[in-house]
């Protein structure tokens, strides 16, 4: 069955340092790879996503690339806000398998 | 567009009641789900639904029903409320159509219960 493992956090950072979140997966069938955010207080909304290998998602400067040797899809910023205070939930779905499979979450607090 | 839009907000209820969630969505979507979210678990799948009279069980769906009637509404009840049913709950709506694992998600705001 399909199955995401992410850092554990919490994880504390200050302003402008660089983040790596990791994220690896195992999945049957060709699995398209997902970032999730949800802000204090509200649902989930996607932060990017990659639907094949090599492909890199990439929005509001965080970046993250699908490595189907590695299993992996770490999710980085260069220089983060605090504005990014959150918590990011890695997921993934596979063809024939379309339930969206989530990680435990990462939360991540920023401080100035 | 309202998007995906989830009432209550907040619920308190005591063991043994049962009531309704409603999620609704404006977006044409087929496929629509309802989720758990715990500490230290993620989000884990209870029901789902590929279009209007179609439903199947996700991960944890027992205590739980859903219907599909219309293609905008996807209410989940609670037949017979339990402690372990306290949880944060979302609904969630994609496209549905042509590669489903490919879509995006959109979830509503949640609705926070709690069963004493």
């Known amino acids: 069955g399909n199955s995401v493992t992410q850092m554990e956090g919490p994880v504390t950072l200050s302003e402008e340092a660089f983040l790596t979140i990791n994220c690896t997966y195992t999945?049957?069938?060709?699995?398209?790879l997902f970032w999730y955010v949800q802000y204090p207080g509200e649902g989930l909304q996607l932060l990017l996503k990659?639907?094949?290998?090599?492909d890199k998602g990439s929005n509001k400067g965080f970046e993250a690339t699908y490595r189907k040797e590695t299993t992996s899809f770490h999710l980085e910023k260069g220089s983060v806000q605090v504005s990014d205070s959150a918590v990011y939930f890695c997921?993934?779905?596979?063809?024939?398998?379309?339930?969206?499979?989530f990680g435990t979450g990462t939360r991540l607090t920023i401080i100035p | 567009n309202a998007g995906v839009t989830q009432t209550p907000k907040f619920q308190v209820l005591k063991t043994g009641q049962s009531m309704t969630l409603q999620c609704a969505q404006d977006?044409?979507?087929?496929?629509m789900s309802w989720y758990r979210q715990d500490p230290g678990m993620g989000l884990r799948l209870i029901h789902y639904?590929?279009?209007?009279?179609?439903?199947d069980q996700g991960e944890v769906p027992n205590g739980y029903n859903v219907s599909r009637s219309t293609t905008e509404d996807f209410p989940l009840r609670l037949l017979s409320a339990a402690p372990s049913q306290t949880s944060v709950y979302f609904c969630?709506?994609?496209?549905?159509?042509?590669?489903?694992?490919?879509?995006?998600?959109?979830f509503g705001p949640g609705t926070r219960l709690t069963v004493l």
């Open positions: 639904s590929v279009g209007a009279g179609i439903t």
């Open positions: 969630a709506s994609s496209l549905g159509q042509g590669v489903i694992s490919t879509d995006t998600q959109y």
């Open positions: 990659a639907t094949k290998a090599d």
């Open positions: 977006m044409n979507h087929e496929y």
């Open positions: 997921a993934l779905s596979s063809f024939g398998n379309e339930k969206l499979t």
């Open positions: 999945a049957t069938g060709y699995p398209s």
